[in-house]
């Protein structure tokens, strides 16, 4: 099963991202995208090389964002695609079977061109306005995850749904509530004195309900 809580790297130097990945990785994270976007590739390959030894310590699993040849070069676990980057289906055909590729949506259309391609989970989003990312799509707010979770148990369409963009402590409950299977945060993690704190309250908000 995947994890249910995400953690989406910030920095704009290697030694940034880097104390910022090992600090949420220490406090709990199991599952980390890269994200280290403008950047030449030799700079992303050195971080990558220094990330990937780092989840193996943690056993945690290693999603590099957009970039599909670093994905295969490093043999990270699996890589998380935009919807203006690389299509799902040519990144299957790249990578392979056995890794785990995930695509951004803002739709239930663009859930179910993902899921036609061979995705294997979804980051739907975003939940509300957040400076993480430049080009943003509309938001979705509450009643937005939850027309769309409606729609895919309708369709009979069964894939994790991650929900991303702006989320809270608080916003956890009722997100849930829609449906998602869990989701994706970035600054409130990065910018926590209380890391392991907060993921461990994020972490009984979201596994709240799965009964052991």
């Known amino acids: 099963m995947y994890s249910k809580l995400q953690y989406i790297s910030q920095g704009e130097t290697i030694e940034k991202q880097l104390y910022n990945i090992h600090q949420a ?6 599952w980390l995208q ?5 950047q030449t590739q030799k700079d992303a390959f050195t971080l990558a090389e220094a ?8 056993t945690a699993n290693f999603i590099v964002n957009d970039d599909l040849h670093l994905t295969k070069e490093i043999d990270a676990d699996g890589i998380h695609l935009g919807l203006t980057d690389t299509k799902i289906d040519e990144a299957r055909t790249f990578l392979g079977p056995s890794k785990v590729i995930g695509g951004t949506a803002n739709t239930f ?8 391609n061979g995705c294997d989970y979804i980051g739907l989003g975003p939940f509300r306005f957040t400076n993480t990312k430049e080009k943003l ?3 979705l707010g509450l009643s937005g995850y939850f027309d769309i979770l409606q729609k895919l148990k309708k369709n009979k ?8 963009g702006g989320i809270t402590l608080r916003d956890v409950n009722p997100l849930m509530e829609t449906g998602i299977h869990g989701i994706a945060v970035s600054g409130i993690i990065t910018e926590s004195d209380e890391k392991e704190k907060l993921i461990q309250q994020l ?4 596994y709240a309900n799965i009964i052991v």
């Open 25 to 30: 990785l220490d406090a709990g994270c199991n």
């Open 203 to 206: 972490n009984e908000k979201l």
């Open 157 to 164: 369409i069964e894939i994790p749904v991650y929900a991303i």
């Open 109 to 116: 259309e663009d859930i179910e061109n993902h899921v036609k």
């Open 34 to 38: 890269m994200r280290f976007k403008n």
């Open 137 to 139: 799509s509309p938001i």
């Open 51 to 58: 990330v990937k030894p780092l989840c193996e310590k943690y």
